[in-house]
């Protein structure tokens, strides 16, 4: 049987993608939330205050060391079980098709040898979890642990949901973690990307995790986590026939290029994906991903496209800013426009396009003398200097959910207002983004004036020090400094790979 699969790889998992794609549409009309994938119920480690929408409980995904012979049949099983689950509107038989799932992996388990490096590596994260857990409890006692009196993080400054444990932890990820490159794939598809455009943040992250000596590492049993180097928008401007408009060269690439990783090294088969990461800040990067279904449902996806009505989970998958570098070189920050000089109280200039910027030209285009928004900005006007001149910059979703929007602003010392559904907004883990930003519903839009107007003054002030304190976890450095935009990164996968818990 396991033969059986082994030859015909490519047709089982395109079957699967397509049973995964079924198994999206119906839960995206039957449910807000997306079923967690391998979740299981623990008291020992979880990052604490995260909120998103989905359902969330304190947990440690789970995973067995997988032989290469079962694999295939494994995936077929688990992908099986996920899709019945996922296809179920009753609670009860989600609750009976994950033991099922969790008996699948106990079969694969039964008679393995232990594999004493990864016990090491995972009494290693545990000791981890247990001193970050420690900071987060001991945050409101007078003897804490951490010492928040340098510059590194600012106590006085409430943009963290909890400064303690975030600090802890990244001091954590710089002594201990370390990520594997996978040497296979050559550019420019692989270890290559674009570093200007909105999609910047591919070709930047890619070329300076390269050439990174802090956590790269060449030694394949010491990494706590892989990084798949393939960029989705090198794929589809080298391979990606605009006229024919063939979505396949996505698929073709990536599987055949995760097919070549997971018969040349154990390590994909061992977690079932679960400690490989990608990163992808095109619009296409969440469907790039489902061609796989394990590197969809399992791995951790780096997005800028973070959107849980997309199925993107927050317990696995990261949210990354989008920043649009225009020039392709790194520009400094400017100090911004004292809040005196700050004349205008809201403004955007974009192209109408998605759903929600078309509601919000229609009721203010041209409407009010406070709130400037423009579909196409005046040649006479500056973007930069209208930012400069308003409280509040507007950051309405496009087709996709993120937009650059939000770190100009943040650049510019604007205090951002959000208008999205379903966004899940970078480094929430850490970051308390209501201390400073404003997140205003699509139905408010109508109100939006009076929303900003109500917001007493002392509270805008209070706001703008929070954009200019989280400046720095958005700012990019060739090389890269601690706790900027590079290093937040890190510590989102880092974070996620301490949700994972592999059992040898």
Request: proline share 5%; with cysteine; glycine share 4%.
């Amino acid at each position: 049987m396991s033969s059986f699969f082994t030859k015909n790889i490519r047709i089982i998992i395109s079957i699967l993608a397509i049973l995964a794609l079924v198994a999206i549409i119906f839960q995206s009309k039957g449910s807000n939330s997306f079923s967690n994938f391998f979740y299981f119920t623990s008291s020992s480690w979880f990052w604490p205050t995260t909120s998103t929408n989905s359902t969330q409980n304190n947990s440690v995904i789970v995973h067995g060391v997988t032989p290469s012979s079962s694999y295939d049949s494994l995936v077929h099983s688990l992908a099986v079980i996920h899709n019945s689950s996922t296809l179920s509107k009753s609670e009860e038989k989600k609750q009976r098709t994950m033991k099922k799932l969790r008996d699948e992996i106990d079969k694969v388990l039964i008679g393995r040898k232990k594999d004493e490096k990864v016990e090491h590596m995972e009494e290693e994260l545990t000791r981890a979890r247990i001193l970050i857990k420690q900071a987060f409890e001991s945050s409101n006692n007078s003897s804490n642990v951490i010492s928040l009196e340098d510059d590194d993080v600012r106590p006085h400054v409430n943009i963290y949901k909890n400064a303690f444990a975030f600090k802890r932890s990244y001091l954590l990820m710089e002594k201990m973690f370390k990520i594997y490159i996978y040497e296979e794939g050559e550019p420019p598809l692989f270890h290559h990307g674009p570093c200007k455009g909105i999609y910047s943040m591919e070709g930047i992250f890619m070329n300076l995790i390269e050439k990174n000596n802090q956590f790269r590492t060449n030694d394949q049993d010491e990494a706590h986590v892989y990084f798949l180097p393939f960029s989705v928008v090198m794929i589809l401007e080298h391979l990606f026939d605009p006229i024919v408009r063939d979505k396949a060269v996505l698929e073709r690439t990536i599987l055949d290029y995760v097919d070549i990783i997971s018969h040349k090294y154990p390590f994909w088969n061992r977690s079932l994906g679960a400690d490989h990461f990608m990163l992808s800040c095109h619009d296409w990067g969440p469907r790039a991903t489902w061609y796989h279904p394990i590197l969809y449902f399992h791995s951790i996806r780096a997005l800028c496209n973070a959107n849980t009505s997309e199925n993107f989970n927050p317990r696995k998958d990261v949210s990354i800013p989008e920043i649009n570098i225009a020039s392709g070189e790194f520009v400094g920050l400017n100090r911004g426009t004292p809040p005196s000089n700050r004349t205008i109280l809201a403004f955007f200039a974009g192209r109408m396009h998605g759903h929600i910027r078309p509601a919000l030209l229609t009721h203010w285009k041209g409407k009010n003398e406070d709130l400037q928004v423009y579909e196409e900005l005046p040649k006479e006007l500056s973007y930069k200097e209208m930012m400069k001149r308003s409280k509040f910059c507007l950051c309405p979703s496009g087709f996709e959910v993120a937009s650059p929007r939000i770190v100009e602003a943040i650049y510019a010392e604007c205090v951002p207002v959000l208008i999205s559904q379903n966004y899940i907004l970078p480094f929430s883990d850490v970051l308390d983004w209501s201390t400073f930003l404003v997140h205003v519903s699509v139905s408010e839009i109508p109100n939006l004036k009076k929303i900003l107007m109500d917001i007493p003054y002392e509270k805008y002030l209070q706001m703008l020090e929070g954009v200019r304190q989280v400046q720095r976890h958005f700012v990019m450095n060739d090389p890269p400094k601690r706790f900027d935009v590079f290093h937040m990164i890190i510590h989102s996968i880092w974070l996620r790979r301490l949700n994972v818990r592999i059992y040898s």
